[in-house]
T-cell receptor
């Protein structure tokens, strides 16, 4: 069964500081990996995705993530956080077939001080 | 290109009632997935529809049912509502057969069961 673990429930970062949100996944085949962001009371916005190729992927809003197969990780990073980045971040894993569904982690709430 | 839309935005029902939530998929997408997001949790997969057929289902009871229409819009129906059904219901659309399967989410419907 596929699963996603986001070990940090809350993270507080000072504005202008760097950010790394952790994500570990379990999947029996080649995974598709995603990061979504959710502002309070809103739906999910796709930040970036990894399907294959370069293990460092760039997304919107200055975010990037690195796929490390040996560590089953897909951590999200941003070099300089802005106050508007405060939101909840979800990592998700899906399969590489056209009928796959997404399994989400429980999310990490980012607070910007 | 229009994104995924959902209606209504908010809904309040009482235990035992039935509810229908609606979703219009993004232009060009042929697959709709529904997710339930309880407070403080990540979204959980309910089911997926492709070409008007249920294509996969998560661990939800049969009182959760759905439909997909020829224009790829979709409905989620929940019968015999329970207090634990209170959640944000998210619809996501995607294009099957177009290569990598990326799901795009709507804003959600907040359901409160009293």
């Amino acid at each position: 069964a596929q699963s996603v673990t986001q070990p940090d429930i809350h993270i507080t970062v000072s504005e202008g500081a760097s950010l790394e949100l952790r994500c570990n996944y379990s999947y029996g085949a080649t995974p598709y990996l995603f990061w979504y962001v959710q502002s309070p009371g809103q739906g999910l916005q796709l930040l970036l995705k990894y399907f294959s190729g370069d293990t460092l992927v760039q997304g919107i809003k200055g975010f990037e993530a690195e796929f490390k197969r040996s560590q089953s990780s897909f951590n999200l990073r941003k070099p300089s956080v802005h106050w508007s980045d405060a939101a909840e971040y979800f990592c998700a894993v899906g399969g590489n077939s056209g009928y796959s569904t997404l399994t989400f982690g429980k999310g990490t709430m980012l607070l910007v001080s | 290109e229009t994104g995924v839309t959902q209606s209504p935005t908010h809904l309040i029902k009482t235990r035992g009632q039935q509810v229908t939530l609606r979703c219009s998929s993004q232009s060009g997408h042929n697959t709709v997935s529904w997710y339930q997001q309880a407070l403080g949790q990540g979204p959980q997969f309910i089911f997926q529809y492709y070409r008007e057929e249920e294509n996969g289902r998560g661990n939800f009871p049969p009182r959760f049912s759905g439909l997909q229409f020829p224009n790829y819009s979709s409905e989620l129906n929940v019968n015999a509502l329970e207090l634990d059904d209170s959640a944000l219901y998210l619809c996501a659309s995607s294009l099957v057969g177009g290569g990598a399967d990326t799901q795009y989410f709507g804003p959600g419907t907040r359901l409160t069961v009293l």
